[in-house]
């Protein structure tokens, strides 16, 4: 007997999420430094599930359940039990393995990229802005040595998840000389940015207690918890609540929620609080047309920082259980993927959120039409969270799109260390590039 379409849906999402672990991380040396996204497994996606019977489909689920069984939870690796419920739980890091094939070949270039980077370089700023030597270090050049959304935080982070995935001693290793080497330049006060005139103070905040996270987490660095409440404690003091002015504020939630769940500190549930993005979450929530003229819905119309911010709202659900942050998350991937994206999964032409004319017109002139790995890689996190809180397996449609269409559709770095960040959906002149 032939499965049910139903049937083959639920189980194609079961194995794809279990099979599919998610990674990604900050690349980029010259004029970004920024997002280069891992991949943990492609097994199965073109899996026949017509050839399947129910015997095969009950050997599935015991296997399934000895494997679940065998291994440590997310929530069990995450910490303190929030109060939302997670129906479907995925493997921890390391679980899956990549034994070969292009996103193999796109983990071993980043990998081996990132370690090859000498401490000393990606220091160099901390320990001129205290005064120590640098020990002939070089500029790394771009917005990382400018200071503009620096993204240290993001390489500790993505160091730590590369330990976990492959193993290799020589992630941890530099995720602890990192670390060890950036708690140095913190300064009395708790003040720990890459100079004394850092830009996007919130956002470079939030990418650092993520990456202190993932070190605890991942290469179970026993200091990052301690460095992660000192900067905590500077940046309630010192980060502005001038939200018109400030870039990427509703981003700051997730990372704040998974440290309190993580350190059971009421602190960082506070802060968290504090950023939650509530007249955009709420109309995604109430079913509103958050792109009508004359609202206040959302802040601007950045489209990956907007789609990222769901991810907050995800972790706001786990923390709290409120079934409105459930509705927001689920409602917001019906509004990027009913009115935002391209065929390939794909969206935020120009980087904007727009209407389906606009991003039709945009086509014919304009060459960004995708920021491909932070667009990607705020995807992932989504869908990973949907299919944790829902148990849906149509959630994994969007992740294998851009695993496709987008990370898999990159060409590898430059030497210089620019990246194909941009997906490039003109219709007359349409190219693929590095920059």
């Not at 996103?103 to 270039?109: F, H, I, K, S, Y």
């Not at 100079?195 to 202190?212: D, R």
């Not at 998974?258 to 993005?277: P, S």
């Amino acid at each position: 007997m032939s499965w049910s379409d139903e049937e083959r849906s639920e189980a194609r999402g079961a194995w794809f999420f279990l099979f599919l672990r998610r990674g990604w991380w900050f690349s980029r040396i010259n004029e970004y430094f920024h997002c280069f996204n891992l991949f943990r497994n492609t097994f199965l996606l073109n899996l026949n599930m017509n050839l399947l019977n129910r015997n095969i489909k009950a050997f599935n689920l015991i296997f399934i359940l000895i494997l679940c069984s065998s291994l440590p939870s997310y929530s069990q690796q995450a910490g303190l039990q929030g109060k939302g419920k997670i129906v479907l739980e995925p493997f921890l890091y390391g679980a899956v393995q990549l034994t070969g094939g292009p996103l193999r070949l796109q983990l071993d270039e980043v990998k081996s990229y990132y370690l090859a980077i000498p401490n000393d370089d990606l220091l160099k700023g901390f320990r001129k802005r205290m005064n120590f030597p640098t020990w002939g270090a070089r500029d790394l050049g771009g917005w990382y040595t400018a200071d503009i959304f620096n993204v240290f935080g993001q390489i500790v982070g993505g160091l730590s998840r590369l330990y976990a995935v492959t193993g290799d001693e020589a992630c941890r290793e530099k995720v602890n000389a990192l670390i060890k080497g950036w708690a140095q330049c913190i300064d009395s006060t708790g003040y720990f940015f890459y100079s004394a005139n850092a830009g996007a103070a919130h956002y470079v905040y939030e990418k650092m207690v993520g990456g202190l996270l993932d070190a605890y987490q991942f290469v179970h660095n026993k200091e990052a918890l301690s460095y992660l409440s000192i900067i905590t404690d500077w940046s309630i003091k010192n980060l502005s609540r001038d939200r018109q002015h400030t870039m990427e504020w509703y981003t700051l939630t997730e990372n704040l929620y998974r440290a309190y769940l993580i350190t059971d500190d009421k602190k960082y549930l506070d802060f968290g609080n504090e950023w939650e993005y509530h007249s955009y979450w709420n109309a995604l929530r109430d079913q509103k047309d958050v792109l009508k003229p004359g609202t206040n819905y959302i802040e601007n119309v950045h489209a990956y920082s907007h789609l990222n911010t769901l991810s907050g709202a995800a972790e706001a659900y786990l923390v709290k259980g409120n079934e409105g942050y459930k509705a927001t998350i689920i409602n917001g991937y019906d509004f990027f993927t009913n009115g935002q994206c391209f065929v390939t999964g794909g969206f935020g032409i120009t980087e904007f959120l727009t209407s389906k004319a606009e991003q039709i017109n945009a086509l014919r002139g304009n060459h960004k039409s995708f920021e491909t790995q932070c667009g990607s890689w705020a995807a992932f996190k989504l869908c990973k969270y949907l299919l944790m809180i829902t148990g849906n397996a149509k959630y994994g449609d969007w992740v294998e799109k851009l695993m496709i269409n987008g990370i898999g559709a990159s060409i590898p770095m430059s030497p210089d260390g620019k990246v194909f960040y941009y997906s490039d959906y003109n219709t007359r002149e349409g190219m693929k590039e590095n920059i």
